[in-house]
C-alpha cells in the first residue's frame, strides 16, 4: 500500500510539474528556452519515475 501511495503522489506531482511548465511556457513564449528546458525537464522526470519502479 505504501509503494502505491508513493506512485499516486509522484504521479499527481508530476502532473502539477508538467501544469506549471505549460503555464509558464504560455506566459513565455517569447523565450522558447523555458519551454525546452521545463520539457528535457519533464521528460526526465518521467524516465526517472519509470525507471525507479
Known amino acids: 500500500p505504501s509503494s502505491l501511495k508513493k506512485l499516486v503522489l509522484g504521479?499527481?506531482?508530476?502532473l502539477?510539474?508538467?501544469y506549471?511548465?505549460?503555464t509558464f511556457?504560455?506566459?513565455f513564449l517569447s523565450c522558447p528556452a523555458i519551454g525546452i528546458?521545463?520539457?528535457n525537464l519533464t521528460f526526465t522526470l518521467l524516465f526517472t519515475t519509470h525507471?525507479?519502479?
Open 20 to 22: 506549471i511548465c505549460y
Open 25 to 27: 511556457s504560455m506566459f
Open 11 to 14: 504521479r499527481r506531482h508530476l
Open 37 to 39: 528546458i521545463c520539457q
Open 51 to 53: 525507471t525507479s519502479l
Open 16 to 18: 502539477v510539474l508538467i
